[in-house]
């Protein structure tokens, strides 16, 4: 069982910046993937951003430019730096492992809560 703890989250005018952080309970250098979702109240749960050990992917191209993810083997942790954030930004943030490239998100922290106000 991994454990996934997120942190960062807050308050923030439009146009700030927030940095998220997810810390999980192993080596994280075996995943093949980690990601970052989120959440607004009423709406799906979406992918932000995801990376392997090669590349990462943004899948909202409404962040594309703003946000940047980013891990760090040796610390077991993975980053969301978010830059120019808009009020549409608001939502919980969700990280989770992909075990390999077949497989679902399997591993989930329990969110942080992002609130950017107009």
């Known amino acids: 069982q991994v454990q996934l703890v997120e942190s960062g989250g807050g308050l923030v005018q439009t146009g700030g910046s927030l940095r998220l952080s997810c810390a999980a309970s192993?080596?994280?250098?075996?995943?093949?993937?980690l990601g970052w979702f989120r959440q607004a109240p009423g709406q799906q749960r979406e992918l932000v951003a995801s990376?392997?050990?090669?590349?990462?992917?943004y899948d909202l191209d409404s962040v594309k430019g703003r946000f940047t993810i980013s891990r760090n083997n040796a610390e077991n942790t993975v980053f969301l730096q978010m830059d120019s954030l808009k009020p549409e930004d608001t939502a919980v943030y969700y990280c989770?492992?992909?075990?390999?490239?077949?497989?679902?998100?399997?591993?989930w922290g329990q969110g942080t809560q992002v609130t950017v106000s107009s």
């Open positions: 990376a392997t050990s090669r590349s990462t992917t």
């Open positions: 192993t080596n994280i250098a075996t995943f093949y993937s």
């Open positions: 989770a492992i992909k075990l390999s490239p077949f497989d679902i998100w399997k591993y």
